[in-house]
């Protein structure tokens, strides 16, 4: 049967890819001959087991994480992780370091805060509404580490290169770009996202950790708050979000399988931004509110010209199948979100829409 469909623009949970949905819809009722679905078996059985391995070999595969890093799956949402990171990670006496970029930087600051850690600020963008991403700062070098958020999902700014040069091992909320481009792990302390954009469904949160930064782990947090805990019973102290993470496997599956692997899944990506911006540089009835250096790759913010026409944008949008084109709450405007699942089709027909709505409210 033939489903209906949008073009899905979401922020997050976003779009899956269709053909991930279909193996998920055809297995729910015997998975692998199981007579059972992946949601009625124990976490313990070899089913989901298997599951489990083949998800991690194929996440240390695809970003090249090699044996020196453990791949984690946790709960409670990147959220959570802004308590994680420095509860388990900062170093007794020592700094904790973050760069401000945006509304999610700002809630990781404040968790470190509230545990009354010694946390610097070195670089921030909130003097231009965080539409850039900061080039000079200086990393006090007894930092524990240096946090990052490497895609801004509301404000639409990425981190293009990862700072360098930085002794501090960095710690990345890679909740919206993660697997859209390849880049070298190996500064990279721990890295964390929540799987509702680029890797699966809400309820499930990634944790890639090096496997040096569990000495880390202080004997005094409580065993569900210790990275150790995850690491040491492979994400199974208690029982994982089981389906998400079956979800999140079958989406770097096809990453792997259907895609062909990372390189081309960032150079879909590329076309697509591509293609976007260019169409909101070659006009004045659009506009795109990051700093062009500093755009996303994954979440493309704009303004129409006339901003009381925005609202009309977006439903008439909708009319036409596509979605999700509202700007986060806090910053308005329009935001298209155009993560792994999201075609190169998708995007010419939001621009082909966008081009006729121009002309028809010039
Ligand atoms: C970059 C970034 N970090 C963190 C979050 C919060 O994630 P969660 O809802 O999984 O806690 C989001 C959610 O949109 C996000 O985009």
Known sequence: MKHHRIHNFNAGPAALPAEVLEDVQQELIDFQG??????????????????????????????????RYEVLFLQGGASMQFCFVPMNLALEGKPVAYINTGTWSTKAIKEAEILGKDV??????????????????????????????SNNTI?????????????????????????????????????YAGAQKNAGPAGVTLVILRKDMLDRTPANLPTMFKYSTYAEKKSMFNTPPCFAIYVVWKVVRWIEEKIGGMEKMQALNEKKAQLIYDYLDSQDFYRGTASPESRSKMNVTFRLHKQDLESLFISE????????????????????????????????????????????NA
């Open 34 to 67: 199981s007579g059972m679905s992946i949601l009625e078996v124990s976490h313990r059985s070899r089913w989901f087991e298997d599951v489990l391995d083949d998800a991690i070999v194929r996440i240390k595969r695809l970003l090249q994480l090699g044996d």
């Open 120 to 149: 610097r600020v070195i670089a921030s963008s909130q003097d231009l509404e965080f539409t850039y991403i900061p080039q000079d700062f200086q990393v006090p070098t007894d930092s524990s580490y240096l946090h990052i958020t």
């Open 155 to 191: 404000r639409g700014t990425q981190w293009r290169n990862f700072p360098q040069g930085v002794k501090a091992p960095l710690v990345s909320d890679m909740s919206s770009d993660i697997f859209s481009r390849m880049f070298d792990p190996t500064p990279f302390g721990l890295i």
């Open 317 to 360: 949008a909708l009319a036409h199948d596509l979605g999700g084109l509202k700007g986060h709450r806090s910053v308005g405007g329009c935001r298209a979100s155009i993560y792994n699942a999201v075609s190169v089709e998708s995007v010419e027909t939001l621009i082909q829409f966008m081009k006729e709505f121009a002309r028809r």
